[in-house]
């Protein structure tokens, strides 16, 4: 799949697997979605990573927004990694590989959507 979305212009994007619990609310995350029942760490390393990630999409979000602060005109990017849920059978979480492309563009699209992103909801980097 990699190898599939490079050979379309998009470059990786590696992020970490924790993130802040607050994350989704700056996205606009609706309240009751189940991305929100996210599991806390017990030592976290940071006060920015206290919970396990249950979505890529912040973080492709984040990296748009620092390219579109170092006025990168187009940004296309993906990343292929896990997000955790919670798995009330086990004391593991349950790992979910997902992709999640994201294109944002400041120059020939101007709409900062994209088809590239079935998979989560788009939105516009400028935005976040």
């Known amino acids: 799949v990699g190898e599939l979305l490079r050979a379309g212009g998009l470059n990786e994007n590696l992020s970490f697997s924790m993130m802040e619990p607050d994350t989704l609310d700056r996205v606009c995350w609706p309240p009751d979605c189940p991305e929100r029942d996210q599991l806390r760490l017990a ?10 990630r249950t979505t890529l999409l912040p973080a492709l979000l984040e990296a748009c927004r620092h390219n579109a602060r170092q006025r990168v005109a187009d940004v296309a990017l993906y990343e292929i990694g896990t997000a955790f849920l919670p798995n009330p059978d086990h004391a593991l979480p349950r790992e979910e590989p997902r992709p999640a492309p994201r294109r944002a563009a400041g120059g020939g699209n101007n709409d900062g959507q994209s088809s590239y992103c079935p998979v ?4 516009r980097a400028s935005q976040y």
């Open 43 to 52: 030592n976290p390393l940071s006060q920015q990573q206290r919970v396990m």
């Open 120 to 123: 989560e909801s788009t939105a």
